[in-house]
């Protein structure tokens, strides 16, 4: 039966993580070294090694001796001739060390009792530490093969990989057979080679081997049961049928430590242990690349970690640092890419260039400008070598000295800079026409895409709007890397253009930082360029973010800007227009909030846009509401549902049941509004929107509370402190003051008290305009519950007889 296990990574462990977790693993590891062995000597396989030496030729082997050296010879006690006993295994690593629980599951398949012969190939990329990890194994296990044990290094990874005739002619000069008794032919000398080794307890270690078919001639055959062989190979051994495969990956944050700090000693390592893991992290903890930046450093004695580190966080020269004496990982990386035919190379120089985490096929096929099917090929081609890692199905991703390599690639053979524009524009239209489906899925009748660049490529269908949002959110990382990369004079319209169809990104609080970086990215090579509708774009979406972020001065003076510079574009004008009477409306300053969005209104129905129309509407039914106008709140609101419900546009419409919501609850009509608000939450949940979800769930508590229900208001007002909402902690002292007025009500004064005192000191910190509000509520602690009617926080007398419920409108 085939194994294939993947061992040797901690998933989700990086240098950044915890120092516990891999401080842990450094303990548990020393614990785990040299157990292998003594396993081996004590465990289970005392028992087959008592058996071996009683068996007939079953003298343990001596000490190994490194390929070239003698091999011993002995007598054969069947047939009384001599015969050649070989000790091949190259010497060990001295400073090894990691991968316990990878030796030890090798070590107990070695030297597993079978009829048939053990077959273990070990794969992984260049510079993992497949040699080190099998002569580690293979040396540990060799008492178990008292007949022999054979070694040769295949060559696979090069331009001249040995053929199996001579390898076999080699193995079998070893074995003792006589030059004059070797055939010709790789058929013949395979026959003699597994007769050989029938009936002989001998292990086999194949190192650096090209692919299965170099492999099969060297296997020792089906009468070889005492017999095991150790594979070593870039290529992963799936169609060598009888193996088991073990696919090695790099070495836990904690491996790499001990590696490290073995070979520069534990002084200098503990002392800057920061910078240690630093350097790992450049190295993308890859054993190869560890031990070249360790003895780089231990020969520098005036070196500190701190210089290393400096050293190798330039990405542009960290492949040339990564270089001692005859060690270099470039080098290593350059025997894989030796081996590739042209559409190999060139997908693989390619790909290398795109910055994020990882690609997917479609966007993979868009960059090379190939069909799906082709470019499934090509990227199986490289993960079989082992340039290329697959993550989940249909994803796949480079090791980072890997993506360096393959861009010095490109360097190095001078790929013509327009043909790698040109693979990233593709992968640009890519994901703006696949993102702008998303977009008008989400948004139907938005005609804010209409505006979008136009692109080459079609986009992908999606049969569902969950099935869209599943693309959003799982390609979020690459979508976002991609439009900060393109800020050239060819690519960043187009990707300030990918941030706007992007905007349920920045709304669900997801990736805030990310979207802000590639926003202001494409923000300043437009400024740099003179370009002021793409400036004014990005800026229109960074001052969107910044509302959802509690940066209001921020947003204000972004949003500003975009109007300044680009005011005829129905994008910028409407949204910025729109976003601005938002921001108005949760400072409290209502007359602004009113000016924008009838501004907003008009705009949006210039450009023909209802579902723009729809959401001003909305907001003007907030800042009625906020100033008395009860009636004519609930009147917009409807206005803003019923286009929402014509056109179909479910997230949409959530929010007008939001605004529509809030004002049925200040008509204290609860029930409708209760109606309302749980729609919205469950569309908001749906479209995955959590910061809506907090916010909705607070409108929710708010809601129960003046109809008198505490117990509820409780419920929703834990939810909203849980979910978060726009505005970040600027948000929170809302939260927790309704949850104090809940507690209050419901007799757990204590409790009540100790919210408001939470709330009072962030809206000091915040220098919040609520704040003289919230110490209102503090005597009422001291005392006996006070009716509902007076839990409320005073507001400005309302125009018409329904006051307003909430301190301050979100800056939604």
């Known amino acids: 039966m085939v194994g294939d296990k993947r061992l040797g990574h901690r998933e989700g462990c990086t240098a950044s993580g915890p120092e516990g977790t891999w401080r842990d693993e450094e303990a548990a590891l020393a614990l785990s070294e040299g157990r292998f062995e003594l396993e081996l000597e004590r465990g289970a396989g005392t028992k087959i090694a008592t058996e071996r030496r009683d068996a007939p030729g079953g003298a343990a082997g001596g000490e190994a001796t490194a390929p070239g050296e003698p091999t011993a010879l002995h007598d054969h006690p069947l047939n009384g001739a001599s015969v050649v006993r070989p000790a091949q295994l190259p010497a060990g690593v001295a400073d090894f060390t990691g991968r316990a629980d990878v030796v030890r599951e090798l070590g107990k398949l070695l030297t597993a009792r079978s009829s048939e012969s053990a077959v273990l190939a070990i794969a992984g990329t260049g510079g993992i530490g497949k040699t080190a990890l099998a002569v580690h194994v293979a040396r540990a296990a060799r008492r178990h093969f008292p007949d022999g044990q054979l070694y040769i290094d295949l060559r696979g990874a090069g331009s001249s990989p040995a053929e199996p005739e001579a390898a076999l002619g080699a193995f079998l000069r070893a074995l003792g057979t006589p030059d004059a008794a070797i055939p010709d032919g790789a058929e013949e000398r395979a026959a003699l080679y597994r007769s050989a080794l029938k009936s002989r307890r001998a292990l086999v270690l194949l190192d650096n081997a090209r692919d299965a078919a170099q492999i099969r001639p060297l296997l020792p055959g089906d009468g070889a049961g005492g017999c095991a062989v150790l594979i070593t190979s870039r290529t992963n051994m799936a169609g060598l049928e009888g193996s088991h495969r073990v696919d090695l990956d790099v070495m836990s944050p904690a491996e790499a430590f001990a590696l490290f700090t073995r070979i520069v000693g534990e002084e200098r390592a503990s002392v800057e242990r920061e910078e240690v893991m630093d350097v790992l992290a450049s ?416 409108r929710l508590a708010e809601t129960h509370l003046a109809a008198n229900r505490p117990a509820k208001a409780l419920v929703h007002a834990e939810r909203s402190l849980a979910l978060g909402g726009f505005g970040g902690e600027s948000r929170r002292p809302s939260f927790l003051t309704v949850q104090g007025k809940a507690l209050s009500a419901l007799g757990q004064l204590d409790r009540a008290v100790e919210c408001w005192r939470e709330a009072e000191a962030i809206c000091e910190r915040l220098d919040a305009p609520e704040l003289d509000e919230v110490r209102q509520l503090l005597p009422l602690g001291a005392s006996a519950p006070s009716p509902l009617s007076e839990l409320f926080i005073s507001q400005p007398e309302p125009v018409d007889d329904d006051a307003p419920l909430s301190e301050r409108e979100p800056p939604l």
């Open 283 to 698: 190295c993308g903890f890859l054993p190869l690349a560890i031990r070249i930046a360790a003895c780089r450093l231990a020969s520098r004695r005036t070196w500190t970690v701190s210089v290393l580190a400096r050293k190798l966080a330039d990405e542009r020269r960290r492949l040339d640092e990564l270089r001692a004496g005859d060690l270099a990982v470039k080098a290593s990386f350059e025997l894989g890419y030796g081996q590739l035919e042209p559409p190999q190379a060139r997908a693989f120089r390619l790909l290398g260039l795109a910055d994020g985490p990882d690609i997917s096929l479609p966007a993979a096929a868009a960059l090379l400008d190939l069909d799906e099917e082709e470019t499934g090929g090509l990227l199986a081609s490289l993960v079989d070598i082992s340039l290329l890692e697959p993550t989940v199905p249909g994803r796949y991703r480079f090791h980072d000295l890997a993506r360096l390599y393959a861009r010095a690639c490109a360097a190095r053979e001078q790929e013509q800079a327009t043909e790698r524009e040109a693979a990233l524009s593709r992968q640009l239209d890519f994901y703006l026409a696949t993102a702008t489906r998303v977009y008008s899925i989400e948004r139907p009748g938005e005609r804010t895409i209409d505006h979008f660049e136009p692109t080459c490529h079609p986009g992908l269908r999606f049969a569902s709007s969950a099935a869209a949002l599943d693309w959003l959110f799982t390609e979020a990382d690459c979508l976002m890397s991609c439009a900060r990369q393109c800020t050239g004079a060819n690519t960043r319209r187009r990707a300030a253009d990918l941030l706007m169809a992007a905007l349920d990104l920045a709304e669900s609080g997801a990736r805030s930082r990310q979207y802000e970086s590639a926003a202001q990215a494409v923000a300043d090579a437009a400024h740099a360029a003179g370009d002021f509708r793409t400036e004014a774009r990005t800026r229109s979406a960074l001052g969107h973010l910044y509302c959802f972020t509690g940066r209001f001065a921020q947003a204000e003076l972004e949003l500003r800007d975009a109007l300044k510079l680009a005011a005829s574009d129905p994008i910028v004008a409407c949204r910025s227009l729109n976003q601005l009477g938002i921001l108005a409306l949760g400072q409290g300053r209502h007359e602004d909030a009113e000016a924008y969005l009838s501004q907003a209104l008009d705009a949006y129905r210039a450009d023909g846009n209802e579902v723009g129309e729809a959401s001003a509407l909305s907001n003007l039914a907030r800042v009625h509401v906020n100033k008395g106008r009860t009636r004519t709140g609930m009147e917009l609101a409807e206005q803003g549902i019923a286009i929402y419900r014509r056109l179909g546009a479910p997230l949409r419409l959530a929010n007008g049941m939001y605004s529509l919501g809030i004002a049925l609850t200040r008509a204290r009509r609860f029930e409708e509004a209760l109606v309302q608000l749980n729609q919205a939450l469950a569309i908001f949940k749906e479209a995955r929107q959590p910061l809506w979800e907090g916010m909705t769930h607070f």
